[in-house]
């Protein structure tokens, strides 16, 4: 699976944004898809993960608002991003595994991976 994150930019604190990550290959379906994110200086943070049935769930510092979703007639995921904060600010990654039934927040338990999206928060 190949994937290619977009929708990234500058956005003001307690602004909105919607990412994008688009899926190709085959199968993409099966796949359970997440979001991580890395900040200059800092390791790659779980943010959200989507199983092919669409269970959720989030890492603790974007819970409540950040919602991921997936469009499984697209081979589309999101992440709508609200309220956000200036810690918010990273490169955000979109990860693909073959969905075993339990949703991972590791990055080792993925092996597709797209380039990053750029999201600035400024105050």
């Known amino acids: 699976v190949q994937l290619q994150a977009s929708g990234g930019g500058l956005v003001q604190a307690g602004g909105s944004l919607r990412l994008s990550c688009a899926a190709s290959?085959?199968?993409?379906?099966?796949?359970?898809m997440a979001w991580f994110r890395q900040a200059p200086g800092k390791e790659r943070e779980f943010v959200a993960a989507?199983?092919?049935?669409?269970?959720?769930t989030y890492g603790d510092s974007v819970n409540g608002r950040f919602t991921i979703s997936r469009d499984n007639t697209k081979n589309l995921m999101y992440l709508q991003m609200n309220n956000l904060k200036r810690e918010d600010t990273a490169v955000y990654f979109c990860?693909?595994?073959?969905?075993?039934?339990?949703?991972?927040?590791?990055?080792?338990?993925?092996?597709?991976w797209g380039q990053g999206t750029q999201v600035t928060v400024s105050s």
């Open positions: 989507i199983s092919m049935s669409s269970s959720t």
């Open positions: 290959g085959r199968d993409v379906s099966w796949y359970a």
């Open positions: 990860a693909a595994r073959w969905d075993r039934g339990l949703l991972a927040d590791t990055m080792g338990e993925y092996d597709n």
